[in-house]
């Protein structure tokens, strides 16, 4: 079992910047990466960004390019989600998961979801 916490959400003004934190616990060695995704109210859940551990690759939604970054402290066992340049739309609950498969160097399933972190971004 991965064990993870997620922090660091609260409410900004457009324009702003939050970095969200994911600490891990647990059998992290059974993990291939970790994921962000965020649900919005009313919304379904979607994928914001990724990352997997063996290669350093990232991935991230064609809407937060450029503007949202995930990077790992591996000494914490922590990922992080760096959001600049915040909008009104990127208002979310925000949640990490781990990546448990990999197919062809790609994330391909997620679970131990975190609680999740709300951001709220003010116009």
Excluded: H
């Excluded at 059974?30 to 965020?38: H, I, L, P, T, V």
């Excluded at 690759?57 to 600049?84: E, H, P």
């Amino acid at each position: 079992q991965v064990q993870l916490v997620e922090s660091g959400g609260g409410l900004v003004q457009a324009g702003g910047s939050l970095r969200l934190s994911c600490a891990a616990s647990g059998r992290t060695f059974s993990s291939y990466g970790m994921g962000w995704f965020r649900q919005a109210p009313g919304k379904e859940r979607e994928f914001v960004a990724a990352m997997t551990w063996r290669a350093g690759n990232t991935w991230s939604a064609d809407s937060v390019k450029g503007r949202f970054t995930i990077s790992r402290d591996n000494a914490k066992n922590t990922v992080y989600l760096q959001m600049n340049s915040l909008k009104p739309e990127d208002t979310a609950v925000y949640y990490c998961a781990a990546v448990t498969q990999v197919v062809n160097g790609i994330p391909s399933r997620y679970d131990y979801w975190g609680q999740g972190t709300q951001v709220t971004v003010s116009s």
